[in-house]
């Protein structure tokens, strides 16, 4: 098969869309290197993540905007793309970032597949400003009923678009992403004292990673802390936004300076021997499509509490803790029973480590090749 990715994405993020589809694209080609792989993309940019994708998967082959389309390369990804289908003999296009070309039923020959992560900007408008909102509902909900095949990182996910777009349930396949493998291997000492020391780590704290946003709710876990005894520290990483000054502004209210910290720009080399030196890893969102950082911290043999609402228990399996995402005194009660706890920390970190190891990167690869093939069997 020559099967092509809008792989803007997985060129020029670094974060969940870019490592989904790093991930992906990697898992493909390391369990079916007969396949030709081809990523379509506005333009080049070099990364360390870019990098380690290469040398992963060397046989990747790129194709960028040519003639007119270098002038107006969003919209190359919107419509210039579809009449090179066809040229470059494609067989499967898979949209890896909840969008296809919007001209996609124009080529005959490659048929389509779109990843869908979350419809948050439905659930949740007053995240998003109306001009987006608009724009993604159109792009997102076309896109959909144009695909031959419709990929849900959750079951969560699906029902949003049976229920909001309107699609026939048989067209969506729910698949699980895995994460990056660099979290199941055991950090080495010179590498957590190397990531101890460059970020000023405490020596007990809980972990959330994500960005610093309203529907992340850091603040509920900051709230907490007031109820936790303050040898324990906690560590929020991830990027800055508005709400991070609200965020700042308990914390300085609540002179919690000493035992917060909010770290920016870190390397994501860095993020294992973060994880695995924590005692409890927080993910308190209110909605997610997946919560990758919860599969993270599984792998990473860290026990979890995250929040009720979405589909985080998919992600975090039953031996994971959930609270409601507004219940600071239950997350305080929870974290203190973990902290008090080695032993039950222990079991809960051993069994989310086997549940999370059922979101494997060849049992995705796998799922997807399965579907590529299904499609084209099905061609008249």
Same mark, same amino acid.
């Given at each position: ?44 940019r ?5 990098? *380690? ?24 990804? *919107?419509?210039?793309i579809t ?9 499967i ?25 979350d ?124 709400? *991070? ?43 997610e ?7 993270e911290a ?83």
């Open positions: 098969m020559r099967i092509g990715f809008d792989a803007k994405r997985a060129i020029q993020n670094f974060t969940g869309l870019g490592n989904y589809s790093r991930c992906l694209i990697e898992a493909l080609c390391r369990y079916y290197p007969g396949n030709e792989y081809l990523l379509f993309a506005p333009a080049y070099a990364s360390r993540q870019l990098d *380690t994708m290469l040398s992963r998967c060397p046989s990747l082959e790129f194709r960028y905007p040519e003639g007119m389309w270098k002038h107006v390369r969003p919209l190359w990804r *919107t419509f210039g009449h090179r289908l066809t040229d470059e003999q494609i067989d296009y898979h949209g890896l970032s909840n969008e296809l070309p919007l001209n996609i039923r124009k080529q005959k020959r490659a048929k389509s597949v779109i990843t869908v992560h419809l948050i900007f439905i659930r949740y408008p007053h995240y998003y400003q109306p001009a987006d909102r608009r724009l993604y509902t159109y792009k997102y909900g076309a896109s959909c009923r144009n695909a031959d095949a419709i990929v849900a990182i959750s079951e969560c996910t699906k029902r949003d678009i049976v229920n909001y777009f309107h699609i026939d349930p048989a067209k969506i396949h729910t698949i699980y992403q895995g994460c990056d493998p660099s979290f199941a291997l055991p950090a080495s000492e010179a590498a957590k004292q190397e990531v101890k020391e460059r970020y000023q780590l405490p020596e007990r704290y809980v972990l959330n990673v994500g960005s610093i946003e309203e529907r992340k709710n850091a603040l509920l876990t900051v709230e907490a802390m007031l109820r936790v005894p303050e040898s324990v520290h906690l560590v929020i990483v991830g990027k800055r936004t508005p709400y *991070t000054e609200k965020v700042e502004h308990f914390i300085e209210e609540n002179r919690l300076q000493g035992r917060v910290h909010l770290l920016h720009n870190v390397a994501f080399r860095h993020l294992p021997a973060l994880y695995q030196q924590a005692e409890v890893f927080v993910y308190p969102s209110r909605f499509g997946f919560g990758i950082p919860v599969l599984l792998h990473s043999q860290v026990p979890v509490i995250a929040a009720t609402g979405s589909c985080l228990e998919e992600a975090g399996g039953p031996d994971s803790v959930y609270i409601h995402p507004d219940d600071v005194s239950g997350m305080a009660s929870v974290l203190n029973r973990l902290l008090d706890n080695p032993d039950e920390r222990r079991y809960r970190a051993e069994q989310g480590k086997r549940f999370a190891a059922r979101f494997s990167e060849k049992q995705q690869a796998e799922q997807l090749i399965n579907l590529y093939q299904s499609l084209l069997a099905a061609q008249p």
